[in-house]
């Protein structure tokens, strides 16, 4: 299956593929499945109602042969018993055509489901050309109906043919019977013709169910170009979907410096990275990183916080365990506590002193940091 450039269709259809194919009305059908389930009820409703059936003709073809004189010869009124007897059959009938309605209208869901598609009602130029018309007498699916038209010829005309060749006296002695006993005596025979009929089919529904699926699937089957143009479709390329994610990073980053002002202090490596706390008793179990960056945006955030007038303290080693053991919007690790307090606890020392000097960084002393959080 060689596409335009040389493209094989090797990839099995996607999801999306199999949804536009479904609202497309393109989904597998066996037109033998249908006929033998119709065909199968048909005979089913028989054995079922054929007495009923039988009765209810046989009173038909009596009421309509019984006719008085004075009608014979009236033309209103033989109109209106041929009226009356027509209502009678088809009311006789209703049961066994409701049965096959149901039939028609359910055997072909039991392949594809049910489906109701306007496009597949709409007028199609290409089916009016004879080259592309040719292409499918001689494609494979033609061959296929090709076979399958000669396999049911062969094996419902030898059913026939078989079924007559033994039930050949049966028939010939409907003509020595009575009205009542031949009409049961025909239903009997109708019956089981169709239902031999009918069962010869299910031979060719085996094989034909099958190649419906297998060629649904085939004619649904991707290029790996048409998977790749999908994926961009459906999932937006890769340049829009990097665009979006610079854009969130930007309204992230301006949301994280708007939070700065409120920060208690921004410990600092002292240029490589930066981290805000805030701290508040209570409304928070323990100190929570606010804002955290690296190299520009670290540089930003300490701009931020020296404007507004937030203590900048250098504390390299906390600094890193912090950026690096952190999300932004967390709380510290159990593991810096001890640390971060010392520095919340210095710092507010610095501002009850009024020794803080605003646009300084401040040199904190060395704090420890356990081994397993460290990141020289």
């Known amino acids: 299956m060689a596409e335009k450039g040389g493209q094989e269709r090797t990839e099995q259809p996607t999801p999306k593929r199999l949804n536009d194919a479904r609202e497309k009305g393109q989904i597998a059908r066996s037109r033998e499945l249908n006929t033998t389930a119709v065909l199968m009820t048909g005979a089913a409703g028989m054995l079922f109602l054929g007495d009923n059936l039988m009765q209810g003709i046989s009173g038909v073809m009596a009421q309509g042969l019984t006719v008085e004189r004075p009608h014979i010869f009236d033309t209103a009124a033989m109109l209106q018993l041929l009226e009356a007897r027509s209502i009678d059959a088809l009311l006789t009938l209703v049961p066994l055509f409701t049965l096959l309605v149901v039939a028609a ?10 489906s109701f598609s306007t496009k597949a009602l ?19 699916r033609g061959l296929v109906e090709l076979l399958k038209a000669l396999g049911k010829f062969l094996i419902i005309g030898g059913v026939t043919v078989t079924y007559l060749w033994f039930h050949i006296d049966d028939f010939l002695q409907l003509g020595g019977m009575g009205i009542e006993d031949a009409l049961a005596r025909v239903g009997d025979l109708l019956f089981w013709s169709f239902l031999a009929i ?10 034909d169910v099958p190649f419906q699926l297998w060629d649904h699937n085939r004619q649904l089957m991707m290029t790996m170009q048409e998977v790749k143009d999908e994926n961009k479709e459906t999932e937006g390329h890769p ?16 949301r994280m410096m708007q939070d700065v002002p409120n920060a208690d202090v921004v410990v600092t490596n002292p240029s490589h990275y930066a981290v805000a706390l805030k701290y508040d008793q209570n409304s928070m179990g323990a100190p929570r ?4 960056g690296a190299d520009l945006i670290a540089a930003e955030i300490r701009n931020v916080a020296h404007k507004h007038n937030v203590p900048v303290a250098t504390a390299p080693p906390l600094t890193r365990a912090l950026f690096y053991s952190t999300e932004l919007n967390d709380e510290i690790p159990a593991g810096l506590y001890l640390a971060v307090a010392q520095v919340l606890a210095y710092i507010y020392q610095l501002r009850e002193r009024r020794s803080y000097k605003p646009n300084t960084t401040i040199e904190l002393p060395d704090v420890d940091i356990p081994d397993d959080l460290r990141h020289d």
Do not use: C, Y
Not at 198 to 207: D, K
Not at 239 to 254: D, G, I
Not at 289 to 292: D, F, P
């Open 105 to 114: 209208f359910l055997s072909p869901m039991v392949l594809g489901g049910f």
């Open 122 to 140: 709409a007028f199609k130029w290409d089916k009016l050309d004879p080259i592309k018309g040719l292409g499918r007498v001689f494609a494979v």
């Open 198 to 207: 009918s069962s010869a089919l299910i031979m060719i529904t085996l094989l």
């Open 239 to 254: 340049e829009v979907k990097q665009h979006v994610r610079n854009l969130q990073q930007q309204m992230a980053e301006r």
């Open 289 to 292: 990183v606010i804002a955290k």
